[in-house]
């Protein structure tokens, strides 16, 4: 295991709170801030086809102002406009989204628009960061959000421990990532009854999407003590608890050490280290081809795995090891879990083939964590290997 020296940054998160049925525990919150007019902004499928979003609205009583709950997949930068309008228009000083990651990094934005009087999708790009001659991401000038996020997910991908909000440009079927420390939700409430109207496919996806972020963290050159500590732990919690929702979906205890999980996957992205080929490409497939990220995770992650053997085998070992079977490969032992948990794992079962990967590759260049993969990318080519493997 890597030790050496380094530097660990924590996320100005204030509290998580799990295991307690969301919609009292957002109110509670709402009370403490005393907050006055709170936006709720919602997953459309589950305002209209359920009541959680309603119980939500009533449980915050005289603070509710307004709902918004037209997010689309990917979070494009117009539906951030429409939320923020109605921000403005409302004078909403709380924002609680409950939802996936599109809706939460909806949510994230928000804030950030209002204080920066970003009232149309070119605009974000006065808030985009750039990257110095050294590589470092360098942060614009730009006032910091001035209201805070609750934030309730409903399926796995993590969004909401990060203090990023990752945008599609629909000019360019590119996802840009907005950053700044205040970005992250002051809270987030993690209720595993309310993930039991989150589709199978998508609760189940999304976990292994923050399987992924626990193995690119794991396997990251930056990787160090308090992040493997995390990650391996969310790794054996979203392993375990993942089967056991596949298997009986009413298993709250399953569906809560999944949440858990997913938490705990995130210490590496909010501690500073890297993800990689997996992350990198997998925006692409968002960005430019609709998939699902929780989808890209199940394509890439075995593929990426299995392109960087060489280069990290004893953080592979350990991979393995922790999902239960340390004699085979850790891209064979993904592949099995995934395959066991009912989901598509190849290119072809988005209907991605062979004549695009070369956009694909070219595009995935360009991304934050292609460079930063542990076995060096040294150009589309390379990419255009990991798709092969995935095809």
């Not at 049925?21 to 919150?29: D, G, I, Q």
Request: with cysteine; aromatic share 4%.
């Amino acid at each position: 295991m890597r030790q050496g020296s380094g530097r660990v940054v924590f996320s100005r998160m204030r509290e998580v709170i799990y295991g307690r049925p969301a919609a009292s525990a957002v109110a509670e919150l709402a009370e403490q801030a005393a907050a006055r007019r709170v936006l709720v902004i919602a997953s459309g499928t589950l305002s209209r086809h359920t009541d959680a979003v309603a119980q939500m609205c009533a449980a915050l009583g005289s603070r509710f102002a307004a709902l918004f709950d037209r997010v689309p997949p990917h979070s494009p930068r117009q539906a951030v406009i429409d939320a923020a309008a109605l921000a403005r228009e409302v004078r909403a000083d709380l924002i609680v989204t409950i939802g996936g990651g599109s809706v939460t990094d909806a949510g994230k934005a928000v804030p950030l628009c209002l204080a920066n009087d970003i009232r149309d999708a070119a605009a974000l790009d006065t808030l985009l960061p750039m990257r110095s001659a050294d590589g470092n991401v360098v942060l614009p000038a730009c006032a910091p959000p001035g209201i805070a996020q609750i934030a309730v997910p409903t399926t796995l991908s993590a969004g909401e421990f990060s203090a990023i909000s990752g945008l599609t440009d629909e000019r360019r079927s590119t996802k840009d990532l907005f950053r700044h420390p205040d970005l992250v939700p002051a809270a987030v409430v993690l209720d595993p009854a309310i993930t039991l109207h989150t589709p199978e496919a998508l609760f189940l996806s999304t976990g292994v999407r923050a399987i992924d972020h626990c193995v690119e963290g794991l396997c990251s050159d930056a990787a160090h003590p308090y992040s493997d500590a995390q990650a391996l732990r969310g790794l054996a919690l979203l392993a375990s608890g993942l089967r056991r929702v596949r298997s009986d979906p009413s298993d709250l205890d399953a569906r809560l050490d999944c949440l858990v999980g997913a938490w705990l996957s995130m210490a590496p992205v909010t501690t500073g280290v890297p993800m990689g080929a997996s992350h990198g490409i997998g925006y692409v497939l968002g960005a430019a081809f609709g998939v699902s990220h929780g989808v890209t995770s199940c394509i890439l992650l075995p593929a990426v795995m299995r392109w960087n053997r060489t280069a990290i085998h004893e953080r592979q070992a350990l991979v393995a090891a922790t999902l239960g079977d340390k004699n085979e490969a850790a891209d064979v032992v993904l592949a099995r879990l995934i395959a066991d948990l009912g989901l598509g794992h190849r290119l072809a079962d988005v209907g991605i083939g062979r004549e695009q990967f070369g956009r694909i590759a070219e595009l995935s260049m360009a991304t934050a964590w292609v460079p930063q993969n542990p076995r060096r990318i040294r150009g589309p080519a390379d990419v255009m290997e990991i798709l092969a493997l995935a095809a």
